[in-house]
């Protein structure tokens, strides 16, 4: 599946060194979000985990109970609010209840998920950039084809302030032991 093959792509350049296997609920997660979700990130999931790339959080799909870590339905009310004040991508008819968020951070940025259609593994990736007009840009890529494209700057532009040079992803549970809480 392409999901798989994006999330390889992207173990070639970023280790998982620090990642963690969210073990995650996916009939419970789905069931809360109301929604199923791409495969390229069920894959990052099992292979990186929430947390964090640098400044940029990859969000998990629901709350943890950790205490360290957002979720997608944590920051779904924010992102779609986001996408009612300024419009949403120009060119693009959908409301707001089409975005659904995957990361935060860097610089303020927001990523997530148009929801084009019925099919996740479809979805484009969406950004709202906090510093640039117009806020929302598309990305005809899901989101381990854009963090890799990110990380290896293949964006004619850079979609918003590019993490090191080398990448180093960190789940929320590593976070947690290498700063002595568990």
């Known amino acids: 599946m392409a999901g798989r093959a994006d999330t390889e792509a992207l173990l070639r350049i970023m280790p998982n060194d620090y990642g963690a296997d969210e073990r995650v609920d996916w009939a419970a997660a789905e069931a809360q979000l109301g929604t199923s979700l791409p495969e390229d990130y069920r894959a990052f999931m099992a292979v ?56 935060s951070g860097c610089n303020a940025n927001e990523l997530g998920w148009l929801m084009t259609g019925s099919a996740p593994d479809l979805w484009p990736v969406v950004v709202w950039r906090r510093h640039e007009s117009p806020h929302w840009a598309l990305f005809e890529c899901g989101m381990a084809e854009f963090l890799r494209r990110l990380m290896t700057a293949e964006f004619d532009e850079c979609p918003l302030r590019a993490p090191n040079a080398t990448p180093v992803a960190v789940s929320s549970g590593r976070m947690r032991r290498l700063l002595g809480y568990g």
């Not at 709350?63 to 779609?80: A, F, N, V």
Request: glycine share 22%; proline share 7%.
């Open 48 to 103: 990186y985990g929430g947390g964090s790339i640098d400044e940029l959080g990859i969000l998990s799909p629901i709350p943890t109970g950790d205490g360290w870590q957002t979720s997608i339905s944590d920051l779904t009310t924010g992102l779609r609010n986001l996408w009612d004040t300024d419009g949403g991508v120009p060119g693009i008819a959908l409301g707001a209840d089409r975005v659904l968020p995957w990361g």
